[in-house]
């Protein structure tokens, strides 16, 4: 069975680093592109960023510089690596898989992705 678990969320000050993490069981991410998503409250959800399944990235212009995606293939984990986070950062963050064969590339539009993790909640706070 396909599955998708976040972790690593939590409170941090403006300006702090959190990692998230996507543990993925049931397939292999030589096959799928991962996006990460938020959702802050009553707004919709967004593209964050994601990662090809030839490793190829793409950002969302609020995070450009400063958040990072990566991926070890051997442990089948996706990471986002947030810095200089920011208020506006506050979201319940969402990672999410898409079938693909394409490599090169990775979309960040939620509907196009078919597996989704539960959530981990992200707040930017003094």
């Known amino acids: 069975q396909l599955q998708l678990v976040e972790s690593g969320g939590g409170l941090v000050r403006p300006g702090g680093s959190l990692r998230l993490s996507c543990a993925a069981s049931?397939?292999?991410?030589?096959?799928?592109?991962i996006g990460w998503f938020r959702q802050a409250p009553g707004k919709e959800r967004e593209g964050v960023s994601c990662?090809?399944?030839?490793?190829?990235?793409n950002y969302a212009d609020s995070v450009k510089g400063r958040f990072t995606i990566s991926r070890d293939t051997a442990e089948n984990t996706v990471y986002l690596q947030m810095n200089s986070l920011k208020p506006e950062d506050t979201a319940v963050y969402y990672c999410?898989?898409?079938?693909?064969?394409?490599?090169?590339?990775?979309?960040?539009?939620?509907?196009?992705?078919?597996?989704w993790g539960q959530g981990t909640q992200v707040t930017v706070s003094s």
């Open positions: 999410a898989a898409l079938f693909t064969t394409i490599q090169a590339m990775c979309v960040m539009t939620s509907f196009e992705y078919d597996y």
């Open positions: 049931g397939f292999t991410l030589d096959y799928y592109a």
């Open positions: 990662i090809s399944s030839g490793g190829s990235t």
